[in-house]
């Protein structure tokens, strides 16, 4: 199964938000590397009932990985990851960007 992920840029943050209904903050492992931010989980199937019949079965378990390539450099001591009600929202700050400086020649 794969979560559903929304992921956006405003005001100099990278913002992404993925759904992960009956999950906790435990099942989740989330990494920022080389301009690749990667969430990976794995949700636990809840045992069947012992001869029930089923008319409909919609819900996903097991593992899942996915990996975003994330827009200009991120300032990785100010990322902020928050895990409430099965929504991870995770605020990627940008790195301020160098500005050229005027070298005096003398």
């Known amino acids: 199964w794969t979560p559903s992920v929304d992921l956006s840029e405003k005001e100099g943050k990278c913002s992404l938000k993925a759904e992960l209904p009956g999950m906790t903050k435990d099942d989740i492992k989330l990494t ?47 990322v902020d990851a928050k895990f409430k009600d099965g929504v991870l929202t995770v605020v990627l700050p940008k790195k301020e960007e160098e500005k050229t400086k005027k070298i005096e020649i003398k």
């Open 32 to 78: 920022y590397a080389d301009g690749v931010l990667t969430l990976t989980g794995k949700k636990e199937s809840n045992k069947e009932e012992e001869g029930a019949d089923y008319y409909l079965r919609e819900s996903h378990y097991g593992s899942f990985t996915r990996s975003f390539r994330l827009p200009g450099g991120i300032d990785e001591g100010q």
